[in-house]
């Protein structure tokens, strides 16, 4: 059973930075692609930035690219988000999601942490 735990979100100001964790757990991740999306309130879900493994690319929405990096420790079946110069559009609740074949897109995906970005 495949699962994802997401921790390290919070209350930061503008400007500031937090490191989001997601421990993955019941398979193998090392040749999984891995990714980080994000709800703020009345919005749809959307991408924030994704980790192959073949390669171990990284790559990221325009609205966050240049601020966030995604980095992974594949003996520890985990990705982290390091989210530097926050803004308080960056508020959202944000998810820890698998891509697993063969299904077509990820999915798996975590419970979310909470990340709050005050002006």
């Known amino acids: 059973q495949v699962q994802l735990v997401e921790s390290g979100g919070g209350l930061v100001q503008a400007g500031g930075s937090l490191r989001l964790s997601c421990t993955a757990s019941g398979r193998s991740f090392s040749t999984i692609n891995m990714a980080w999306f994000r709800q703020a309130p009345g919005k749809e879900r959307e991408f924030v930035g994704a980790s192959r493994w073949s390669g171990g690319t990284t790559y990221f929405a325009d609205s966050v690219k240049g601020r966030f990096t995604i980095s992974r420790d594949y003996a520890k079946n985990m990705v982290y988000l390091q989210m530097n110069s926050l803004k308080p559009e960056d508020t959202a609740v944000y998810y820890c999601?698998?891509?697993?074949?063969?299904?077509?897109?990820?999915?798996?995906w975590g419970q979310g942490t909470q990340v709050t970005v005050s002006s």
């Open positions: 999601a698998a891509w697993v074949p063969p299904a077509a897109s990820y999915n798996y």
